[in-house]
C-alpha cells in the first residue's frame, strides 16, 4: 500500500471503476471528444501493449523492475494487481492538477479506487455499470482483446467487482454511450453534488 502525501482537498477527484468490457474506456473516449478539456490520468501497467495502444497515451508501459522501482520510490497514488498485472496511477501529476483547482479523473480498477477512498475521502466515486451480465459478457467477447482464458479470467473478476458496486457514490449504467457520457460530464463538472445528490443507497 503507497504510503505518499495525502491529496490536497478540496479539489474534485473522480474515480471511474467498473469492470472489464463494462466500456469504461469508450466512455471517457466519449466524454474526451466533447470536452478535450477533460483531464484523465495516464496509468503505468506491467500488462503487455494491444496493438493500437500507445505508449504514454493509454498507458506508460513498464517492465516489472521499473514498476517495483515507482513503487519503492513512492511514487504511485494507489496500485494493484489485476488479472496477473500490475496497474497504477502516477501520484505526482494528479496532485499538480488538484492543487491547481482542476478536476482530475482516475479510471481504475476497484482495489484502487479503494485505496482512494483511504487517502482521499472526499474523492468521488463513481462505478460504471453494465446493463446485464449476459451484455458484459458479450461485450468483453466482442472487444477481442482477450483470449477467451483470459475472458474468463476477467469475468470472475467481474463478478466481485459488481458486488462491490455498492461501496461507491454514484452507480452510472453504461446502456448506451452519449446518455453514460452525459451522465458522467454532469458529475465530473458538479462542484460537489455527486456525492450528495448521486449517493446510492
Ligand atoms: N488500480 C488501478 N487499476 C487500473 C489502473 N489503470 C487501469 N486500471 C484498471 O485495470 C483493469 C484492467 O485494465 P486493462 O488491462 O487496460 O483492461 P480493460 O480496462 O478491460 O481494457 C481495468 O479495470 C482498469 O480500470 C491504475 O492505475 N490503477
Ligand atoms: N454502451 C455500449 N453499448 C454497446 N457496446 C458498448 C457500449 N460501451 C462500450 N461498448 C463496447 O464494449 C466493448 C468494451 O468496451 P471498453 O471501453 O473497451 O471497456 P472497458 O474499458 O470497461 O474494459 C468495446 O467493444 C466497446 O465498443
Not at 522501482?69 to 494487481?81: I, Y
Not at 496511477?89 to 485505496?115: K, M, N, S, W
Not at 448506451?176 to 445528490?197: F, N, T
Request: charged fraction near 25%; hydrophobic fraction near 45%; glycine fraction near 8%.
Amino acid at each position: 500500500m503507497p504510503t505518499a502525501q495525502p491529496i490536497p482537498a478540496p479539489a474534485r477527484l473522480t474515480v471511474l471503476s467498473g469492470p472489464s468490457g463494462v466500456g469504461k474506456g469508450t466512455v471517457v473516449a466519449e466524454v474526451r471528444r466533447r470536452h478535450p478539456d477533460v483531464w484523465v490520468s495516464v496509468s503505468v501497467t506491467t500488462r503487455r501493449q494491444r496493438p493500437g495502444e500507445v505508449d504514454g497515451v493509454h498507458y506508460h508501459f513498464l517492465s516489472d523492475a521499473e514498476f517495483d522501482r515507482l513503487v519503492a520510490e513512492d511514487g504511485l497514488l494507489e496500485w494493484a494487481e489485476y488479472a496477473g498485472n500490475r496497474y497504477g496511477t502516477p501520484a505526482a501529476p494528479v496532485r499538480e492538477r488538484l492543487a491547481a483547482g482542476a478536476p482530475a479523473l482516475l479510471e481504475i480498477e476497484l482495489q484502487g479506487a479503494r485505496q482512494v477512498r483511504a487517502r482521499a475521502p472526499e474523492a468521488q466515486l463513481v462505478f460504471l455499470a453494465p446493463p446485464s451480465w449476459a451484455e458484459l459478457k458479450s461485450r468483453l467477447a466482442g472487444r477481442g482483446s482477450e483470449p477467451p482464458a483470459v475472458q474468463e479470467r476477467r469475468l470472475a473478476i467481474a463478478q466481485a467487482e459488481l458486488d462491490a458496486a455498492g461501496e461507491f457514490d454514484v452507480v452510472v449504467v453504461n446502456d448506451d454511450v452519449a446518455r453514460a457520457a452525459d451522465e458522467l460530464v454532469g458529475l465530473l463538472v458538479a462542484p460537489s453534488a455527486g456525492k450528495a445528490a448521486g449517493a446510492s443507497e
